[in-house]
């Protein structure tokens, strides 16, 4: 452990070195006056030389941090892993007998952490600068670091850094003892867009921090500009949140559209092969951690087609083996679909136990793009949006391209007729349920990468599916996509406004009321096969 | 549609009566054994005679006589009306919930915090009783309460989802959002029932502790008069001009509506009914299990009593409290002795009985008897 952190000192170190090229710039009398002396006047000399720029200085200041730094009369060494380096001209070189460690105390280790991030400040390298603003903006700013931050903004050439520079500048000055430069800070803050700026001003409008009425009535109003930025950031969040869960609704409900729409059977066991996608991508993973540990982020490559063939598996076996005897009695397939749910479940409870199971995202899929700086959005989320999509074409394309689906439809609209001109109409059932079963797999595979997977995973979503496809009417993809994101949106938008249950029970009371009106959905079939 | 069992004549003679001779002399037979039998084998009998019925039985026998009652229930609706509700165990909980209340306040200072209040209200630090909660010292207001509950909420619902000529499927997806509805609800404390802990820890009713043998054995001998009251209820119901139509409106409803009858007042006062049915059986199941919680409004426990009725024998009155006793039966010795396969003997069970048996256990006892008279004959 220990020889790690300091390999990565010494990484971090060299890497300083090199980006503040011509390295070792900094004269004896310098370093000796930051190494050696009393508190006050060491941390003096540190603030000039960061103030001058002086090249090395990170790496001195680093180095000093390690407590690497070793000094005699008259010279300065850095001392790594056994090697001396003289601090000055950086050559190798043995180190005298005589030579004293330095010790820093906390308030010379602060003053060298905020002089290694004003450092950076002044990188060539823009990432490196971001990063330096990244973290002076997370903590409070010091106002010593105000004239490292003034020469930064002089040089800087990037725009957005320079008014998060500029910002930063105000967040320091906002204490600041002379008005002026308080009334200023305060503009400069009213136009950021960030959670902790908000907090900087609302903290300034304790009753104690700003006294002069002309500048809290201007505090008061940069707060509100402030909260006009956050809101659209949690616009977009909600709308975010919804679509996500709207994309899953569709995942889930895409399935039961061609069990129930097409072939008008009730499969409460939609919900327990979806369970069965979600457990084979547990499957898989397992067996790419095992056998192939370096391949790990391409698991979900496999999982895909994986689940799909397991669940379209399970589905045919029972089309074949118990649904089929049961076509033509709407309610008694809902009876046994739902005893089919209690079996599956039992039965993954017995193999792979009560517990719930771990599925881990491929790397790729943590993280997440920043869209505002209340907004992350995370990247399993937009992939699942994304796979939404894809499979809702591919089912679109498979209904209304193939001939598979055309025999679907076919059969759908009229069994005899369909039969009559030589379709084997029970193949076209077994692979219409196969495919209905397959697609809850694959809903299953994108709901292991933002849920528990577990033997209840199904049971809480069968109600929520169910009420999409009553939405959006039987027989069409277009109702279908509708419910599912039309009531996505709507239970995160009431959430924002009522909490997660009452939300809830409202979408439901909604959906009783709106049958009311729309006994068949959204999109309802016209014509004779409308009332079958 | 479904012609599972078609509407009957009964002889002329039979239609005032009932029963026939030995209809009542079962039902009678019934009355001795849950009025008389039971209480002298479990009060008079001492725990070591071989004859002695331990509470145990008693207080399982009683829990299912209460589902007999929801399985009736579920029967009118869906043996005789043909509509299939997946939300009944709503109307259940709620007549459980209007008992409970009484009782959690009949507990009085007995609670752990001895307040006046029921204990998880001061839990969460309320000082007064929500409003919801105005009748809950009177007995008598609550029982109202169990009634009119379940009988409003089934009758705004049923009117507008029979307005509106919602069935089949549909509607049995919607009772099922609304059961699930209600189940969030009730699991929020501030609903004011208890959040999921629900209602436990009862003292008394009316004064008497719940604890005694007499008082379990007063709410058991009850609830077996309210099961046999509520069988001759059904069937009179079926046996009148009444029932004849609502099962017309089973097999064809839209020629019934066609000769001049107006389905949705006859399957609107059914629906109502057999809620108000479900609400008296969780009424009295409360007090005799001790507790009652929003899980009995899952989705799972609604679905359940379909398979009462289905395994029994739906469009039979007596079969749907065969099926209850079996298959609750089945569940107190499975969950004992092999826990693990209770869910697979249940899943079985609604796979079994849809595929091979759509007229149940009765359906079988029928049969046997229909091949033995042929037998007689030849």
Redesign the interface.
């Known amino acids: 452990m220990h020889s790690v952190m300091a390999t990565l000192r010494l990484a971090l170190a060299i890497f300083l070195a090199s980006a503040l090229a011509p390295a070792w710039a900094l004269d004896a009398a310098q370093a000796r006056a930051i190494a050696v002396g009393e508190g006050d006047a060491r941390i003096a000399a540190l603030q000039a030389a960061v103030t001058r720029g002086d090249p090395g200085l990170a790496a001195f200041a680093q180095a000093l941090l390690d407590d690497a730094v070793k000094t005699t009369a008259t010279g300065v060494f850095i001392v790594r892993d056994d090697k001396a380096v003289d601090a000055i001209t950086g050559q190798p070189v043995k180190l005298p007998d005589d030579a004293e460690d330095v010790s820093n105390n906390n308030r010379l280790r602060g003053a060298l952490q905020a002089a290694l991030s004003g450092l950076r400040l002044l990188s060539p390298d823009l990432p490196t600068r971001r990063a330096a603003v990244d973290d002076l903006a997370k903590g409070d700013a010091d106002p010593a670091l105000l004239p490292v931050i003034d020469k930064a903004i002089g040089r800087e050439a990037d725009a957005t850094l320079k008014s998060r520079l500029e910002r930063l500048k105000a967040a320091v000055q906002i204490a600041a003892p002379e008005r002026t430069l308080r009334l200023q800070a305060i503009q400069q803050l009213s136009s950021s867009g960030e959670p902790t700026v908000r907090a900087l001003l609302q903290a300034r409008l304790a009753p104690d921090a700003e006294t002069d009425p002309e500048l809290r009535a201007a505090l008061g109003h940069a707060v509100a500009q402030v909260d006009a930025r956050l809101a659209w950031g949690e616009r977009l969040g909600v709308l975010f949140t919804g679509a996500s869960l709207g994309s899953i609704l569709l995942l889930v409900a895409l399935g039961l559209a061609i069990t129930y729409g097409l072939m008008g059977v009730i499969n409460m066991a939609h919900g327990e092969l979806m369970m069965i996608g979600a457990y084979t991508t547990w499957g898989v993973q397992n067996l790419f951690r095992h056998f192939a540990p370096g391949l790990f982020d391409a698991y979900i490559v496999l999982a895909i087609p994986a689940s799909f063939i397991v669940s379209a598996a399970v589905g045919a076996v029972l089309e074949r083996g118990i649904i089929r005897f049961l076509y033509g009695r709407p309610l008694e397939t809902l009876l046994a679909t739902w005893g089919i749910s209690l079996v599956l479940m039992q039965g993954v409870r017995s193999l792979f136990g009560a517990q719930n199971v771990e599925v881990e995202n491929p790397s790729w899929m943590s993280g997440g793009i920043a869209v505002a700086s209340n907004l992350t959005l995370p990247w399993n989320r937009l992939a699942i949006i994304a796979f939404a999509a894809l499979v809702l074409l591919a089912t679109w394309l498979l209904v209304n391209r193939t001939r598979l689906g055309l025999f679907v439809r076919g059969v759908t609209q009229n069994r005899r007729m369909a039969s009559c001109t030589g379709i084997n109409t029970t193949r076209i059932d077994t692979l219409a349920f196969a495919l209905g079963a397959g697609i809850a797999g694959l809903a299953g595979c994108a709901l292991s990468q933002v849920g528990n997977v577990g033997p209840d995973l199904g049971q809480s979503y069968i109600v929520d599916s169910f009420m999409v496809v009553v939405l959006g009417g039987v027989g069409q993809l277009a109702g279908t996509v509708l419910a599912a994101l039309g009531l996505g949106l709507m239970n995160k938008m009431l959430e924002g406004l009522a909490g997660a249950v009452l939300a809830k029970i409202f979408v439901l009371v909604f959906i009783v009321v709106f049958i009311q009106k729309r006994p068949q959905g959204l999109f309802a079939l016209k014509g004779r096969s409308a009332e079958s | 549609m479904n012609t599972l069992n078609p509407v009957q004549l009964l002889p002329e003679s039979r239609r005032g009566l009932l029963l026939g001779v030995r209809g009542w002399s079962v039902v009678i037979g019934a009355l001795a054994v849950v009025a008389v039998l039971i209480p002298l084998l479990n009060l008079a009998v001492p725990a070591g005679n071989p004859l002695h019925f331990g509470d145990y039985g008693v207080a399982l026998v009683a829990k299912i006589m209460c589902y007999a009652m929801c399985a009736l229930a579920m029967d009118l609706v869906w043996g005789y009306t043909g509509i299939?509700s997946?939300g009944h165990g709503l109307y259940f909980a709620l007549g459980g919930y209007a008992m409970g209340m009484y009782l959690m306040r009949q507990i009085g200072h007995d609670g752990n915090y001895r307040s006046d209040l029921p204990d998880f209200m001061v839990f969460l630090d309320w000082k007064t009783l929500p409003w919801t909660w105005s009748g809950s010292a009177s007995f008598a207001c609550q029982m109202l309460l169990v009634v009119a509950v379940p009988g409003a909420l089934a009758a705004v619902?049923g009117w507008?989802?029979f307005?509106?000529?919602?069935k089949?499927?549909?509607f049995?997806?919607?009772t099922?959002?609304?059961t699930?509805?209600g189940m969030?609800?009730f699991?929020?404390n501030e609903t004011g029932f208890g959040g999921n802990n629900g209602f436990t820890d009862f003292k008394r009713i009316l004064g008497v502790p719940l604890a005694l043998p007499s008082t379990r054995m007063v709410l058991f001998v009850l609830t077996g008069l309210m099961l046999i009251a509520f069988y001759l209820l059904a069937r009179a119901i079926v046996n009148s001009k009444y029932g004849r139509v609502l099962q017309a409106i089973r097999d064809a409803e839209s020629r019934v509506m066609f000769t001049g009858y107006d389905p949705l007042r006859y399957k609107l006062s059914i629906w109502v009914l057999s809620a108000v049915m479900c609400g008296i059986a969780g009424a009295l199941y409360v007090p005799q299990v001790g507790i009652i919680n929003p899980s009995e409004m899952s989705?799972?426990a609604s679905?359940e009593m379909?398979?009462w009725a289905?395994v029994g024998g739906r469009g039979t009155l007596v079969g749907p409290i065969v099926g209850a006793f079996f298959v609750n039966g089945a569940k107190s010795w499975f969950t004992q002795a092999f826990p693990?396969f209770w869910?697979?003997f249940?899943?079985?069970?609604?796979?079994a009985?849809?595929?091979f048996l759509?007229h149940g256990i009765m359906g079988i006892a029928n049969r046997l008897k229909r091949e033995k008279g042929v037998e007689v004959k030849a």
């Open positions: 299939l997946l619902f507008f989802a307005r509106s000529r919602i089949g499927v549909y049995s997806i919607i099922q959002a609304l699930f509805a969030l609800l699991f929020r989705p799972a679905i379909a398979i289905a693990e869910l697979y249940l899943g079985a069970l609604f796979i009985v849809t595929l759509p």
